[in-house]
């Protein structure tokens, strides 16, 4: 049950980040062609709960997705042992949600 | 039996077990010729010890398969002419199973999965139980039809790469028997073979890059197979209409 919950997982976490993807990289391009200031983009994002729902979405997705691919790896490619590469996927997940709802508060707090 | 003899062939065969060598022989090239028919040819006429498998020698029973310059092949139906390389056939037992002896290997773990991957029929009807009526062209039905006729070889199993690297991994065969059950409307125990298909080990661990396919002599498409599997965790088994 645990392996088609993490691969059901993967999937709609795929799904989720595909379209937040695409309109990121838009919105770097925006940005550098543009030539806004960190300041000129901060004075759009920020007090924006739009950009925060987006954003937010967005690192959770991640946080999600990244570390089950990251758990097949290390059990495909490495010694470690099932459980060392759940508990190793389980704390790269937390790491990646930490820093990136980190940045999210600074970018829209 | 020289009457068509055009010329010799050479033939690397292995010898021993998980420990062993190759020994060449030189063998009658025939204009009509199978690999098998060259295995057998060694083993009767210079190498009486050989050890191999087959059965019938038409493409049905699944035994004969074997490593053939190094791709997994059933013997039986497979022409010499295609597969010599510069007039060398390298001939081994099929990877990924216990080596018994020369060219014969233990399929006891390939079958073993089988059972693992929940591909026993359970009956839902008796003998004296009227025909359960199955609609030919129904989508479940073309699905299941699509992968049965699988001839147990382990060609596929062979030509796995994860299995190789995961001996846990169930293998294209056992999967693609799972799916042709999930499919079936005479299955009792559809979900219960779902399940077990997509356990530690199922077909979430398929890469989907096809070499059971490309190697499955009579052409089922095991990664199609697995990647209906792998669609019913997202959408839930196939639902099966009630037959009229
Ligand atoms: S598609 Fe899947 S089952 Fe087929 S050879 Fe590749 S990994 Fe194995
Ligand atoms: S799926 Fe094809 S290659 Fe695999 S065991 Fe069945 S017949 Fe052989
Ligand atoms: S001997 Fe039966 S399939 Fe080759």
Redesign the interface.
């Known amino acids: 049950?645990?392996?088609?919950r993490?691969?059901?997982l993967q999937?709609l976490s795929a799904l989720v980040l595909a379209p937040l993807v695409l309109v990121h990289l838009i919105l770097i391009l925006y940005a550098v062609r543009n030539g806004l200031t960190a300041d000129e983009i901060l004075g759009r994002t920020q007090g924006s709960l739009a950009w925060a729902l987006f954003y937010g979405l967005f690192v959770v997705a991640a946080a999600v997705h990244a570390p089950l691919g990251l758990r097949n790896i290390l059990?495909?490619w490495t010694a470690l042992g099932?459980r060392a590469a759940a508990g190793l996927a389980a704390a790269f997940a937390l790491v990646l949600l930490l820093l990136g709802l980190r940045a999210v508060v600074a970018v829209v707090g | 039996m020289n009457s068509d003899h055009v010329g010799l062939l050479t033939v690397r065969v292995w010898r021993g077990r998980e420990e062993g060598r190759f020994e060449t022989y030189r063998v009658p090239a025939r204009a009509n010729q199978t690999v098998l028919d060259v295995v057998t040819e060694v083993q009767r006429s210079q190498e009486p010890a050989l050890a191999y498998r087959f059965a019938c020698r038409v493409g049905v029973c699944g035994s004969c398969a074997m490593t053939v310059n190094d791709r997994p092949r059933w013997t039986c139906r497979t022409h010499v002419a295609r597969v010599r390389e510069e007039g060398i056939l390298t001939i081994e037992p099929l990877r990924n199973m216990p080596r018994i002896k020369d060219l014969a290997c233990d399929l006891t773990p390939f079958f073993e999965k089988w059972q693992k991957a929940g591909g026993r029929h359970v009956a839902t009807a008796s003998r004296r139980d009227p025909l359960q009526k199955i609609d030919p062209r129904s989508k479940p039905r073309l699905a299941a039809s699509a992968a049965i006729e699988c001839i147990n070889c382990a060609v596929c199993y062979s030509a796995c790469d994860?299995v190789s690297?995961?001996a846990g991994y169930l293998g294209p065969a056992a999967l693609n028997r799972a799916w042709t059950l999930v499919n079936d409307a005479r299955h009792g125990a559809r979900h219960e073979t779902l399940?077990r298909a997509?356990?530690?080990g199922?077909c979430?661990s398929c890469h989907s890059q096809g070499n059971c396919t490309r190697h499955c002599p009579v052409e089922l498409s095991p990664s199609e197979s697995i990647a209906g599997l792998?669609r019913s965790?997202?959408f839930g088994a196939p639902k099966l209409r009630e037959p009229a």
Do not use: C
């Not at chain 1, 049950?1 to 088609?4: D, K, L, Q, T, V």
């Open positions: 049950m645990m392996e088609r993490f691969f059901l999937r059990r495909e099932d | 994860v690297w995961n399940d997509f356990a530690d199922g979430a792998k965790a997202l």
